[in-house]
């Protein structure tokens, strides 16, 4: 069963995201966000909407709704979903950093993942067990890939300087 995400920026065009209804059909849905990231087995979809740059969407089916925010954020970026709903991106803080978060569903507020002591972490994955990959500054000012669950301490991998992590199995 392979589920697609279509889109497209050319004005006057709908962009759709096309999602399975039964094993024998297929239904597409017109996204109302602009720049879809992710679309989990379900056919939900997390991204962002041009007319409204600061905030991160949920959309399943014609349901639109924006992602709460963590209070003094000046955006919000979520870039995965998972098939249990939860979602994982970054946010623009009060204090000028970037912060990976972690949503359990769309109506839950985000927890702030923390980073590895360098001021700034952004997480790009998760998996269907709700772990979180992403990258993290260090204080010696470099980069390094990290892994994380709710409930849990921040990890970081054994990669070498400037590693990334972009997706977990």
């Avoid at 979520?78 to 950093?97: E, F, M, S, V």
């Avoid at 990890?155 to 972009?166: A, F, K, N, P």
Wanted: aromatic share 10%.
């Amino acid at each position: 069963r392979e589920i697609c995400l279509l889109y497209t920026s050319v004005p006057g065009r709908a962009d759709l995201a096309v999602t399975p209804i039964n094993p024998n059909g297929y239904t597409a849905t017109v996204l109302r966000i602009d720049r879809p990231f992710a679309m989990n087995d379900a056919g939900a979809v997390v991204g962002v909407r041009n007319n409204d740059p600061s905030s991160g969407y949920y959309q399943s089916g014609s349901t639109l709704v924006a992602l709460p925010m963590i209070n003094g954020a000046k955006s919000v970026v979520p870039l995965d979903i998972n098939n249990q709903g939860q979602i994982t991106g970054w946010i623009w803080d009060a204090y000028n950093r970037i912060v990976a978060v972690y949503w359990p569903s769309y109506r839950s507020m985000p927890y702030a993942i923390g980073d590895l002591g360098g001021g700034f972490s952004a997480a790009h994955a998760l998996n269907d067990s709700g772990y979180v990959v992403g990258v993290s500054g260090t204080p010696a000012g470099s980069n390094h890939a990290f892994l994380w669950r709710a409930g849990s301490c921040l990890l970081y991998t054994s990669g070498g300087e400037g590693d990334h992590q972009w997706g977990v199995a």
